[in-house]
């Protein structure tokens, strides 16, 4: 292992504001792009690719905006491995502190042969060109070989070597459709990154077609590969890209495996989260991992009671580190009485004997079969007929 893949700091390059925002439903406006661009400086990535300039007049001018605005991050501008395109990611940076130029071709014998009708000396050249014009503009150049994963790797590492030769930072292997498996991916990565050992840093940028996203960048760290790219609630192209919040909770909760360090200030995950979901068209779905509305929400009663007792029983994260309020418990059929008690109690009903909080328990457990879940007025009104039926029989 060189020096760099010796050290435990792991960059964060988020892309929701490229590749997320280039998926169904998930476009957006120049300013909405900049009051996300603000809350991931909050959260800490340290490089943000804000667009790709030769797509649109918007994208050209989100990159000039954000790089602007936001001096002390990183911001990243796409760019196919054309001259135009590169001119173009140019001078949307060029009020940029931090720049990086991001240029890409794809790799694979697939793409070259059915999409680029190019063959692999002219996609070296094409990238080796791309890198020495982007190297004029900035010091700061990551060369990403497109479909990577099934990229045949002597190709791959020759292409790797020679963009490195002409100048780029940084080398990105993209699983671009999601194909990869861990150990597949970790072969791959580790090769790359021996062979250009610390003349560039090997980036990771992962699709989750098979649901492997996570699992696949993580393996590739382990390997060697010191940059991560993935984007807020895992939004992206199909399936979707490597999420940000998730790869980062592993490695933060799991540093017996992953003992790797991020800048991420993983309470801002949530908050991130939020805001994300309020800009484009959806949210994360219910049970997603960290920043999903039931990832801290507890039902079964058995669970409910372990966690009444103690949290650890059922939550491996405690929730106000990564921005959620609090763990809370869903009332529905597979709770049980410890938990109704909670509630009972904390809707003000401190003082309801044993006989009228059964009473309150058997209402809930009638209606609990054909419902999905109580509110705390349909709980106020179980507790109200109890205390009025319990009244009655005293009179
Ligand atoms: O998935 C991919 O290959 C990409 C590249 C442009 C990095 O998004
Ligand atoms: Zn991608």
Redo the contacts with the bound molecule.
Sequence with gaps: MSEAQKQPRVYIFDTTLR?GEQSPGCSMTVPEKLRMAAKLVDLGVDIMEAGFPIASEGDWEAVRRVSEEFPGVRVAA?ARATKGDVERAATSLEKAKRPRIHT?IATSDIHLEFKLKKSRQQVLEDAVRAVELARKYVDDVEF?A??ATRTDIAYLEEISLAVVAAGATTV?L?D?VGYSVPEDYSERIGRIARLLGDRAIVSV?C?DDLGLAVANSLAAVKAGARQIECTMNGIG?RAGNCSLEEVVMVMKTRRDFYPYDTNIVTEQLYPASQLLSSIITFGPQPNKAIVGANAFAHEAGIHQDGYLKNKSTYEIIDPHSVGVPAGKLILGKHSGRHALKERVKELGFEELTKEQLDMVYEFFTNAADNKKGFTNEEITEFIETALEKSAEKVS
């Design positions: 590749d796409l890409f990403s497109e479909d990105n993209p671009t940028h699709h192209e």
